[in-house]
């Protein structure tokens, strides 16, 4: 009997599929290796000299191509430099945007909860410091900052 590429198929393809399976983590890429497994096959069954030896031929040439799939896959955080980048550049525009924002906001207020909430926010000053500041009573300088905030 002659070994087709039907014939292999039906009798190797699940333990082809189990091997590349644990292998790979998607089973996406476990039913495209299968499939460049058996493309492989159909082009070089005629190769094949001993049919005795068909399984551990099969088994070569899926060795073989999870070698290419994991040569040709780029190295864990090969492009990770990139992403980190992007990422601090949109944060930094983020931050502005909403520096921006704020400052606006923060325009709006009464003059007496905008000083408040500049003092203790943006200048550092605790509220004991503000309330000295401005002759307040703490108690009056946390008011003052907690309804600004509101």
């Known amino acids: 009997m002659t070994v087709t590429t039907e014939t292999a198929w039906r009798e190797f393809s699940d333990r082809l599929r189990g091997f ?13 290796l299968l499939s460049d497994v ?3 096959v159909h082009s070089h069954i005629d190769s094949l000299e001993d049919e005795a030896r068909l ?17 040709r896959r780029p190295a864990p955080g ?9 990422a601090a550049e ?9 520096a921006t ?3 606006d906001l923060v325009d709006l207020l009464p003059a007496k909860y905008r000083d408040a909430l500049v003092l203790t ?11 000295n500041e401005r ?9 003052r900052v907690q309804r600004a905030r509101a």
């Open 20 to 32: 590349i399976g644990s292998r790979v983590s998607s089973s996406a890429d476990a039913d495209d």
């Open 38 to 40: 058996f493309v492989k």
């Open 55 to 71: 399984a551990p031929w099969l088994f070569q040439i899926t060795r073989n191509t999870l070698s290419d799939y994991y040569r």
């Open 78 to 86: 090969a492009d990770l430099e990139g992403i980190e980048a992007a």
């Open 90 to 98: 949109d944060d930094y525009d983020a931050a502005a945007v909403i």
């Open 101 to 103: 924002s704020l400052r």
């Open 121 to 131: 926010e943006f200048e550092g000053l605790t509220q004991a410091e503000m309330a």
């Open 135 to 143: 002759g307040l009573s703490v108690s009056g300088a946390k008011s």
